[in-house]
């Protein structure tokens, strides 16, 4: 069965730190989304791509954030600097269209220290 | 507003007897949600969807029940095993803001053997 891939699954940095994720979302899938999940919450959307363009980023911290998906297939979210509220899990989920099921990833559970 | 929630935090069920867990929707014009499972450590797991035009929807041992008139659904899982044990999620896709998921805070459902 197909999978959403994310690197790295964990990262442990300082505060002020860059960090980058990585996605590859499912083959022939143009919709891909990036969420943030806090412990014990459910996952909030931070930005969504349709091909390589930004659907809906409303959610996303730009002084610090950023994301992109230059040839519409995998995708990067940087953060920069990390602050310590940072720390959280980092799912990056995609979908064949907006009204078709997400798939996730497995994430990457972020501390910053 | 926007709020998808579950009426129970957790849920204990004794091996082989019958989960049901709740979701209460706000947002009367949703009319797509999904289900997903969320294990420690790993993404949410697409269980199944339902669309508005259905009041049920049968998988291999779960059902999706949804009531639109109360904005209310369900999610039963028959015959529950020590595998079903995690973190149950319903999301509301919202087809007319790109596809975008709000999720419950979660209902973690414990099997016991």
């Known amino acids: 069965e197909a999978e959403v891939a994310q690197s790295p699954r964990y990262k442990i940095t300082e505060k002020s730190q860059a960090v980058a994720f990585w996605c590859d979302p499912i083959s022939g899938h143009a919709t891909l989304y990036w969420y943030r999940q806090i412990l014990g919450q459910g996952p909030e959307l931070l930005v969504q791509?349709?091909?390589?363009?930004?659907?809906?980023d409303s959610q996303l911290p730009k002084d610090r954030f950023s994301a992109e998906r230059l040839k519409g297939v995998d995708s990067t979210l940087k953060i920069q600097p990390a602050e310590l509220g940072d720390s959280a899990m980092y799912l990056c989920?995609?979908?064949?269209?907006?009204?078709?099921?997400?798939?996730f990833g497995d994430g990457t559970r972020l501390s910053i220290l | 507003g926007e709020s998808v929630g579950l009426h129970l935090p957790t849920l204990s069920v004794q091996e082989g007897d019958n989960s049901i867990i709740n979701c209460a929707y706000s947002?009367?014009?949703?009319?797509?949600f999904i289900w997903y499972k969320q294990e420690s450590g790993k993404g949410p797991q697409f269980i199944i969807d339902i669309r508005s035009n259905m009041d049920k929807r049968q998988g291999q041992r779960v059902t999706v029940l949804l009531n639109k008139t109360v904005k209310h659904l369900s999610l039963q899982i028959a015959a529950t095993q020590p595998g079903d044990s995690a973190v149950y999620f319903c999301a509301e896709n919202r087809a007319n803001q790109g596809g975008k998921l709000i999720f419950g805070q979660g209902t973690e459902l414990s099997v016991k053997p």
């Open positions: 989920a995609s979908s064949l269209a907006r009204d078709q099921p997400q798939h």
């Open positions: 947002n009367s014009a949703s009319d797509y």
């Open positions: 791509f349709q091909d390589e363009s930004v659907v809906d």
